[in-house]
């Protein structure tokens, strides 16, 4: 059992940027697959990155890429995600998410613990 509690969110200018954390508690944080959803008001939960349990291989959804960075200390038990030139459309909350076992999947459902989100909103 893992339970995962994200901070960092917070309301940002376009372009600006924020860094998100994701602190863990339990033993199963270093053996897994880590990620990163947000989803907005009326949307479904979307994929924004996610890194292996090794922190060596990472995969990030077209949108973000070249602008954020997911990162993870196995030692600390934090995930971490670095959002660069935020923009408007990126308002949403923002969830760390683990997936117990498999390969690295960029769908929701794949992962099964939750943190309660933290909202990030970007104003124009």
């Known amino acids: 059992q893992v339970q995962l509690v994200e901070s960092g969110g917070g309301l940002v200018q376009a372009g600006g940027s924020l860094r998100l954390s994701c602190s863990a508690s339990g033993s199963t944080f270093s053996r897994s697959t880590m990620g990163w959803f947000r989803q907005a008001p009326g949307k479904e939960r979307d994929f924004v990155a996610a890194?292996?349990?090794?922190?060596?291989?990472?995969k990030y959804a077209d949108s973000v890429k070249g602008r954020f960075t997911i990162s993870r200390d196995n030692s600390e038990k934090k995930m971490y995600l670095q959002m660069n030139s935020l923009k408007p459309e990126e308002k949403a909350v923002y969830y760390c998410?683990?997936?117990?076992?498999?390969?690295?999947?960029?769908?929701?459902?794949?992962?099964?613990?939750w943190g309660q989100g933290t909202q990030v909103t970007v104003s124009s």
């Open positions: 998410a683990r997936r117990s076992s498999g390969p690295m999947q960029m769908s929701y459902y794949n992962y099964d613990s």
């Open positions: 890194i292996s349990w090794t922190g060596g291989y990472t």
